[in-house]
């Protein structure tokens, strides 16, 4: 779900990479593990929001991040990210370290995913920083190899490594590409966020050690997304932290309730939250589920419309001189 443009030629030269926000269709927790982590398995799609990154070798071998709009995106709550703390910057120190390059990076991020929503931002910032450097220092890691260190960074990278619809397992790291997915999977998806963040970890740390869907729910999600049935897939949606999170954040329950209400063919709660989003039949029925569901909650909500990207294909953006 990233897509790069020409490589660099030189110290100063910019790469733009185009990093896409993801929904989860369908989200078990199939398992706790000894060391508390819990084992998934997950339908991650690829959507049409974007991060948009500028991702800049320079001289002196040092690795720093900055968002430049921090201030203006949703979930932002006047928390400090720190450059060092940032997973694109973890992205690009790791595959320094792997590979023996000496190169230095600065990565300039303008974000459009809201932070701690559930919509993988900060993982697909560090898969396209991972396919940006791959690419730019000529390493020649395959998608697979990226994807493996992908995981020692966050759980949701290797799927967004590997672009497209995926089924992801373990942690996250065991990534299958869904073959035979249909074009038609392009559906229109009204997104809705409540403005906050949601922590991860404490969504986990509250649910049950096993939060399975019931027999056949998989498979008839895996046959929608191949066959491009939008009614199947809203029938399918299935997420196992919905009720956690539902539990702990009302108005995020509220958010679900309003997109049923205004008509959607399936809502569902991506990731651990907080957004949720709603199947729409077309982008006249996605905007009217957004504007409508916001309208009827009576506040201001962070409101998108987006669609589906089934082969992770986008259009390329050119370098830009330094």
């Known amino acids: 779900a990233v897509l790069l443009a020409a490589p660099m030629r030189a110290v100063g030269t910019f790469m733009k990479v185009v990093a896409a926000a993801k929904i989860n269709l ?31 070798e320079v001289s002196g071998g040092s690795v720093s991040t900055v968002i430049e709009n921090l201030d203006s995106v949703c979930g932002h ?52 920083v991972l396919l940006a450097l ?18 020692q960074i966050g759980c949701d990278v290797p799927a967004l490594v590997c672009g497209g619809m995926v089924l992801a397992e373990g942690l996250g790291e065991r990534v299958t590409a869904i073959e035979g997915v249909s074009s038609e999977s392009a559906w229109w998806v009204a997104l809705v966020n409540p403005g906050f963040r949601v922590s991860t970890k404490d969504i986990y740390s509250r649910c049950g050690n096993v939060l399975t869907s019931p027999p056949g729910m998989l498979d008839s999600m895996l046959s929608a997304v191949r066959t491009g049935n939008v009614e199947l897939a809203g029938r399918n949606l299935f997420n ?57 909650l009576g506040h201001p909500l962070w409101r998108r419309v987006s669609r589906i990207l089934p082969d992770g294909v986008m259009a390329a953006h050119g370098p830009l001189e330094a």
Not at 26 to 46: M, N, Q, T
Request: charged share 25%; net charge positive; glycine share 14%.
């Open 134 to 151: 791959n690419k730019a220092w000529g390493l020649g890691y395959s998608r697979q190899e990226l994807g493996a260190m992908a995981a």
């Open 26 to 56: 369908f989200l078990e927790v199939v398992g706790r593990r000894k060391d508390g982590y819990h084992d998934i398995r997950s339908i991650v799609a690829p959507i049409s929001l974007f991060d948009t990154l500028l991702v800049e």
């Open 240 to 296: 196992g932290l919905q009720s956690t999170v539902f539990s702990k954040y009302p108005l995020i329950e509220m958010v679900a309730e309003a997109l049923e209400r205004a008509g959607a063919v399936g809502v569902g709660l991506s990731g651990s939250g907080g957004t949720v989003f709603g199947l729409a039949r077309n982008e006249r029925h996605a905007r009217s589920l957004a504007d409508s569901a916001v309208k009827s």
């Open 77 to 128: 709550d006047g928390e400090e990210i720190q450059s060092d703390g940032n997973i694109a910057t973890k992205a690009a120190l790791l595959l320094k370290k792997v590979s023996g390059c000496k190169s230095g990076v600065r990565i300039s991020i303008r974000k459009e995913i809201p932070i701690g929503g559930g919509l993988g931002g900060g993982s697909s910032d560090a898969a396209a």
